[in-house]
């Protein structure tokens, strides 16, 4: 039988640790604080707004929402993450993108300080996850995976991993986090050459390419753990997908997150366990 991986479970053990950490920290006089910056009022923006939101006010974070008309531009935005910058009571910022085409994301990105970047959009954050050091923190989404491996028992160190997605959000860091704990990984994409050998092959395969159905049945064997990242709309169930065919995995594959309702719900515990770090840190 395929065991599901489900993400609650995962987000409440991360939830009670980072409330007793915030706590211990107000106890210090000290209050993690996070800056939401955003630009605009895409729903999908405001939905992960939402749901930040309500899993730092449950552990006792404090958030201040940096919220701009769509028309801000780059140097607008700069000076809000300068302020952010240079402001002891705010200790991690969360830009949410894709920005807007007329603004320079990677200028604005740039311009955080890796010490309160908590979603690992910045240079210093990457080379740390790249570099295996403590500098900024990595994605949200990639630590997530992570986390969700860990609560489960998946032995990581000597398997065979492959990672499907190259972006620097998930497939990337998430591939050298799972180096950095021993694994040897393969990074795929959808343009590997027969994608479902690379995929057999694999012991955990951790899907994040954007697309429904990218892994079906040829590229599945039993004893395998599937990650599957991916969240996309099905017309024809009217229903949010993986990349994975979950039919197609079900009762083959050892273990599976399920979507919804596998990484994303681990995704806002990691951002508050980064905001208390970021408190941590600025104080030690």
Not at 24 to 53: F, H, K, M, Q, W
Not at 191 to 213: F, K, P, Y
């Amino acid at each position: 039988m395929t065991e599901l991986l489900r993400g609650a479970p995962v987000a409440a053990v991360l939830t009670e640790d980072v409330a007793a950490r915030a706590a211990s920290l107000a106890g210090r006089g000290v209050v993690p604080t996070l800056a939401i910056l955003r630009v605009g009022e895409r729903p999908d923006d405001l939905s992960y707004e939402r749901a930040a939101i309500k899993r730092c006010e449950k552990v006792g974070i404090a958030v201040r929402v940096l919220a701009f008309p769509e028309d801000a531009g780059t140097e607008v935005l700069l000076a809000a993450v300068r302020d952010v910058n240079e402001n002891p009571a705010v200790h991690g910022c969360l830009i949410m993108r894709p920005l807007h085409a007329h603004v320079d994301e990677a200028v604005v990105c740039a311009a955080l300080d890796p010490a309160k970047d908590v979603d690992g959009v910045t240079a210093g954050s990457l080379y740390g996850v790249f570099a295996a050091h403590a500098v900024g923190f990595p994605p949200c989404t990639a630590q997530a995976v992570l986390a969700l491996l860990d609560h489960y028992g998946v032995s990581l160190p000597g398997a065979r991993a492959a990672v499907v997605g190259r972006s620097l959000v998930i497939g990337r860091p998430v591939a050298m986090m799972l180096l950095a704990r021993d694994t040897t990984v393969t990074l795929c994409h959808t343009r590997t050459a027969d994608l479902a050998s690379e995929l057999r092959a694999a012991d955990v395969i951790v899907c994040a390419a954007g697309h429904a159905g990218t892994v079906g049945a040829d590229a599945l064997r039993p004893g395998q753990v599937v990650v599957d990242v991916g969240i996309n709309w099905d017309d024809k169930s009217q229903s949010l997908v993986g990349d994975v065919d979950f039919a197609a995995a079900d009762g083959v594959v050892r273990a599976i997150t399920p979507v919804p309702g596998g990484v994303g719900s681990v995704t806002t515990a990691i951002l508050a366990r980064h905001v208390v770090e970021a408190a941590e840190r600025s104080c030690s």
